[in-house]
């Protein structure tokens, strides 16, 4: 069964720093990653996904995460932070015949101080 | 292009009652799935529909049960609420590449 891991729950960072989320995962294959922002009282949005090919991949809003299937982690990360990016950060995990099921990470709540 | 819609945003219920969760989806996906979602356990999956006319149980069903009505539309029901069914319900969508939308969600309280 796939699982996934984020080991920080609530990670806090100042306006401008650089930042970095981190994922485990586990899965028997090349997985499909993704990554999912959740604003106070709002549904989820992706802020990006790998599915194959180049291990470093870019979403919206300037993040990025790198796939590293030697360390079964997909890290999403930021060069500067700003306070809109305070949020929660769900990764998630899907492959196979799961019919697109993804499995979520317990999250971590970022904090932004100004 | 509303994307993924539910109703109600908002619900408390007493413990025995009954509801159904409404999910309707504009995007023509064929996919579509219930979670819940609590504080420190990230989102678990209910129910899921991989295609219409069909439905099967995620990691948490017990307590629910579902309609997929047509291609747009999946509803969720609780036939006799409980207090530990208290939480945050989304509905989400799917096209092939496992790449979900999600709706608003809908915040369910159970006295």
């Known amino acids: 069964a796939q699982s996934v891991t984020q080991p920080d729950i609530h990670i806090t960072v100042s306006e401008g720093a650089s930042l970095e989320l981190r994922c485990n995962y586990s899965y028997g294959a090349t997985p499909y990653l993704f990554w999912y922002v959740q604003s106070p009282g709002q549904g989820l949005q992706l802020l990006l996904k790998y599915f194959s090919g180049d291990t470093l991949v870019q979403g919206i809003k300037g993040f990025e995460a790198e796939f590293k299937r030697s360390q079964s982690s997909f890290n999403l990360r930021k060069p500067s932070v700003h306070w809109s990016d305070a949020a929660e950060y769900f990764c998630a995990v899907a492959g196979g015949t799961s019919y697109g099921k993804l499995t979520f990470g317990q999250g971590t709540i970022l904090t932004v101080h100004p | ?111």
Not at chain 2, 62 to 82: D, I
């Open chain 2, 1 to 111: 292009n509303a994307g993924v819609t539910q109703t109600p945003k908002f619900q408390v219920l007493k413990t025995g009652q009954s509801m159904t969760l409404q999910c309707a989806q504009d995007m023509n996906h064929n996919s579509m799935y219930w979670y819940r979602q609590d504080p420190g356990m990230g989102l678990r999956l209910i129910y899921y529909s991989a295609s219409e006319g069909t439905t099967d149980k995620g990691e948490v069903p017990n307590g629910y049960n579902v309609s997929r009505l047509n291609k747009r539309e999946f509803s969720l029901r609780l036939e006799s609420a409980a207090p530990s069914q208290t939480s945050v319900y989304f509905c989400a969508s799917t096209e092939g590449a496992y790449e979900q939308y999600f709706g608003p969600g809908t915040r369910l309280t159970v006295t």
